[in-house]
């Protein structure tokens, strides 16, 4: 049982567009979200986090927006550039205890030029 | 700052064989934790340090996985007998103490069982 999916596989998006990745989750326990960016070959690296405690947060193009009562969470990157590229995770946890992160199955975006 | 390091990069064997994997967190970093993803599948949890000790490894799949962390610095997960659905690309991740603190990985090992 997936308790965070990521129902988008892939997405297409041209450069300078909105790029935006969504996740759903269905543990009300969880009270952290991380997107994580992957390139081929190379390991999972930490793009942007929130907390429950707020419904958005944004660093530089970056913005994640959380909506705990439908258990929702997007990944926004405006605008978007061919180097942005890659498969993006969203993972979630709890904070208590320092907990393994639960991942989605990831979705493979694509910045056409 | 020298990121979580893994070794090997890529490590192909037989079917029962055995097979370690090395990982060294990030300098200062008290929790440790591995990670299996299986092709096209999710990230999954495998099991978590805290120094020296286990903390969780509810994630273990069975027990031919050991894992260690003798010292409290780096961590070897070794798999003996190695079966073919052990195949896979396996993470480590390294994390400061607190709550919010992200997890870092490594690029991972990407293990080929023939």
């Known amino acids: 049982d997936q308790q965070v999916k990521q129902n988008s596989p892939s997405l297409s998006v041209q450069e300078g567009r909105i790029s935006i990745l969504n996740c759903d989750y269905t543990n009300s326990m969880f009270d952290y979200f991380l997107w994580y960016k992957k390139y081929p070959a190379e390991g999972p690296t930490f793009l942007i986090s929130?907390?429950?405690?707020?419904d958005k947060n944004e660093d530089g193009r970056f913005t994640v927006f959380l909506n705990k009562s439908a258990k929702h969470l997007s990944l926004h990157i405006v605008p978007s550039q061919p180097g942005d590229s890659a498969v993006y995770f969203c993972a979630a946890r709890v904070r208590t205890g320092n907990t393994p992160l639960v991942f989605g199955k990831g979705t493979r975006l694509s910045v056409i030029a | 700052e020298a990121g979580v390091t893994q070794f090997p990069s890529h490590s192909v064997i037989e079917k029962g064989q055995t097979v370690t994997l090395r990982c060294d967190p990030i300098s200062g970093h008290d929790n440790l934790y591995w990670y299996r993803r299986v092709m096209g599948k999710e990230i999954k949890f495998l099991l978590h340090f805290v120094k020296e000790s286990k903390q969780d490894e509810s994630g273990m799949p069975n027990n031919r996985f050991l894992a260690e962390r003798t010292g409290g610095t780096y961590s070897t997960l070794k798999v003996q007998p190695a079966e073919l659905e052990d195949s896979g690309v396996y993470f480590c991740a390294s994390s400061q103490g607190g709550s919010t603190q992200p997890q870092h990985f490594g690029d991972g090992t990407r293990l080929s069982i023939l």
């Open positions: 929130i907390s429950s405690i707020k």
